[in-house]
């Protein structure tokens, strides 16, 4: 499968903004998403989550609140709702997919990647 992100940009902190992540190939019900971000001199870190189905989601403590997962089977599309943004979340965001694993906070246990899209919060 293969995952494109888009929807990154430039916002001011305490705006928002919606991440999009498109899958091509095998339908996208057969994959638990991640998102994840990593920041200049930084590991790369979990952000959140979703189930196969998207009954399930997680999140990272720091954006617990201010962003919301989701997902439309339908359409092979993954979102990420990034609310009330603040600077610390500017960073290289990636959308992922695994088929073995499930709903996971790990980055080795996802098999597919997008390229990144850079999401820069001005204060």
């Known amino acids: 499968v293969q995952l494109v992100e888009s929807g990154g940009g430039l916002v001011q902190a305490g705006g928002s903004l919606r991440l999009s992540c498109a899958a091509s190939?095998?339908?996208?019900?057969?994959?638990?998403m991640g998102w994840f971000r990593q920041a200049p001199g930084k590991e790369r870190e979990f952000v959140a989550g979703?189930?196969?189905?998207?009954?399930?989601?997680y999140y990272a403590d720091s954006v617990k609140g201010r962003f919301t997962i989701s997902r439309d089977n339908a359409k092979n599309q993954w979102y990420l709702q990034m609310n009330t943004p603040k600077p610390e979340d500017t960073a290289v965001y990636y959308c992922?997919?695994?088929?073995?694993?499930?709903?996971?906070?790990?980055?080795?246990?996802?098999?597919?990647w997008g390229q990144g899209t850079q999401v820069t919060v001005s204060s």
């Open positions: 992922a997919a695994n088929s073995r694993v499930g709903l996971s906070t790990i980055p080795h246990e996802y098999d597919y």
């Open positions: 190939g095998r339908t996208s019900s057969s994959y638990a």
């Open positions: 979703i189930s196969r189905s998207g009954g399930s989601t």
